[in-house]
């Protein structure tokens, strides 16, 4: 694993540094293998990030865009990060919508839901079962618990290493979420992470010793780059 951290002065930069790397990763992917695979992060720190990819001039039709994660509501909520990443970035610009693969939210079990969005994966990346497709880039927020994606503290989602997507749970609420060896097999992981609220999730996740099931971001040790992104106020005296 090569990891890299920067911590920038404030949210613009961080989001500004975010995005000049997010952009060579997608124009490398593409120039080199044709297409760029890019799961998005929900919640709100990446917000302003996929604002500003919409403004750039890129091959749409060379990118597919995916989600690291979901929960478990229609895409017109005002939860879904699905709706958040089309509100912001998709529906701007011209990427074809089949390139846009969504995490399903409508089988009455998430499990089912889980499992539909997993044989999409092996479908679209031509694996076969027990195989884990290698995306491009894989982008992560991390919560004030260090939790990322949708795997919680101490959930049998962390647990999961024979699956791609499986069903996370937060205080009772289904979510549908990449696994770790999914997540870990990515050419490029990205982590976004802003404000003071993180600061001792990320001591925790830094630190030689922790449990990891306390920090579940302690799980990310991807086989590609890691880039850890943070502002000040979240990672000021950090000790990388
Ligand atoms: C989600 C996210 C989640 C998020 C963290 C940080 O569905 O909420 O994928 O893992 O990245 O909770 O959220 P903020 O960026 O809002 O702090």
């Not at 969005?117 to 884990?132: D, N, R, T």
């Not at 992981?189 to 802003?194: G, L």
Request: aromatic share 8%.
């Amino acid at each position: 694993m090569n990891r890299m951290v920067e911590v920038l002065p404030d949210s613009a930069t961080l989001i500004q540094r975010s995005l000049e790397v997010v952009l060579d990763k997608m124009k490398a992917a593409i120039a080199g293998r044709g297409q760029c695979t890019i799961a998005l992060a929900g919640g709100n720190t990446p917000r302003p990030l996929y604002e500003h990819i919409a403004t750039q001039d890129l091959p749409w039709r060379s990118i597919h865009v995916f989600w690291g994660d979901e929960r478990y509501v229609a895409p017109d909520h005002a939860d879904s990060n699905q709706g958040m990443a089309r509100r912001t970035w998709l529906d701007k610009v011209a990427i074809p919508a089949m390139n846009i693969h969504p995490m399903p939210t409508d089988e009455a079990d998430p499990v089912n839901a889980a499992s539909k969005y997993e044989a999409e994966l092996q479908a679209f990346f031509q694996v076969q079962p027990g195989e884990f497709p290698v995306f491009d880039i894989i982008l992560l927020g991390m919560g004030d618990d260090g939790h990322t994606a949708s795997l919680f503290p101490h959930t049998e989602a962390l647990q999961v290493r024979d699956r791609l997507i499986t069903v996370g749970n937060k205080d009772g609420q289904p979510r549908l979420t990449f696994t770790v060896p999914l997540i870990n097999h990515a050419n490029t992981v990205i982590f976004i992470v802003a404000g003071a609220g993180k600061r001792h999730a990320l001591d925790q996740i830094f630190a030689p010793e922790a449990d990891a099931t306390t920090y579940p971001a302690r799980l990310i040790q991807p086989q590609g780059e890691l880039w850890w992104f943070l502002d000040q106020l979240a990672g000021q005296d950090l000790k990388t």
